[in-house]
């Protein structure tokens, strides 16, 4: 089970772009959901033309829909959206139903894509209740090639120390070349370029990578690829390893036909 979040205490760096297209491009191959945390200004509803629906997750934090309700599809991809109109102020979002999701979604899917806001204040906790829990595996920070936005990516990569959630590494989006990021941070697993074609996805109401192939598309479908692999074979390889431990040890028929069933 692969649990990865994008994240950044800036807006705008590509945090929603990268996290639905990861996302879209694992669908293919496993069975995998993206789950917008921003309650109060995510814009995946956008990306995926789900803005009408009437149950979203915060609706559902509210208590007035059921995780059933609030699930979409694009294609393979599973997509939990919030909502884009002003109501967002109105609700009072219950936390504790965000536990009850994660850990009924944990069940089901073989990848959650957590796209998270850039401000994780009181009034919009889920990042630190994401981390708490470990309903999380690892982070990836999406940053920008400028000096202030490198500054940001070093500030959240701190933030998340102190928060106890690990960190994969930092996605350098929207590159121009300005800096040799790598110099500067040690943690980049992948970089980006700027590229226009994007924005297109907003209009059409779909991920950029299935409208267009360009540069950023095909660098983003192999670094997709890579984490998968990484986390992916880790985990067979743990499986693999306690069944193994369980076969020396001795088990019961039951315990056995449960650990077959994977
Ligand atoms: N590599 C890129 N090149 C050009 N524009 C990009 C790139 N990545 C994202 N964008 C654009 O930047 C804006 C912010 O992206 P978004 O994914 O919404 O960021 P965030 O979720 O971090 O706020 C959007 O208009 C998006 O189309
Ligand atoms: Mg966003």
Not at 2 to 27: P, R, V
Not at 96 to 123: A, G, H, K, M, S
Not at 207 to 222: A, D, H, M, Q, R
Not at 241 to 250: E, Q, R, T, V
């Amino acid at each position: 089970m692969m649990k990865i979040g994008f994240y950044n205490i800036q807006g705008g760096t590509g945090k929603t772009t990268i996290a639905a297209n990861f996302a879209y491009i694992l669908s293919h191959s496993a069975k995998t959901i993206l789950i917008d945390c921003d309650i109060y200004g995510g814009t995946s509803a956008i990306l995926f033309g789900l803005e009408g629906r009437e149950h979203n997750l915060n609706t559902y934090l509210a208590g007035h829909s059921t995780i059933e309700d609030i699930i979409s599809k694009h294609d393979d991809l599973d997509i939990i959206h919030t909502d884009v109109s002003s109501d967002v102020f109105g609700y009072k979002p219950e936390l504790d139903r965000f536990e009850t999701l994660i850990q009924t979604l944990e069940e089901e899917y073989d990848i959650i894509v957590y796209d998270f806001p850039p401000n994780i204040t009181e009034d919009n906790p889920i990042l630190g209740y994401v981390g708490e829990l470990e309903l999380i595996n690892k982070v990836i920070v999406v940053g920008e090639d400028s000096i202030p936005s490198i500054v940001n990516s070093l500030k959240t990569m701190e933030l998340l120390k102190d928060l106890g959630i690990g960190l994969t590494g930092i996605i350098v989006n929207k590159y121009r070349g300005l800096t040799d990021i790598s110099e500067i941070i040690d943690d980049v697993i992948g970089i980006l370029p700027y590229d226009q074609n994007i924005e297109r996805q907003w209009v059409e109401s779909s991920p950029i990578v299935k409208l267009k192939k360009t540069k950023f598309t095909k660098e983003l479908l192999s670094l997709a690829n890579e984490l998968a692999s990484i986390y992916l074979e880790k985990d067979l390889a743990s499986l693999r390893a306690l069944k193994l431990a369980k076969a020396i040890s001795g088990i019961t028929e039951e315990e056995k036909s449960d650990l077959d069933e994977f």
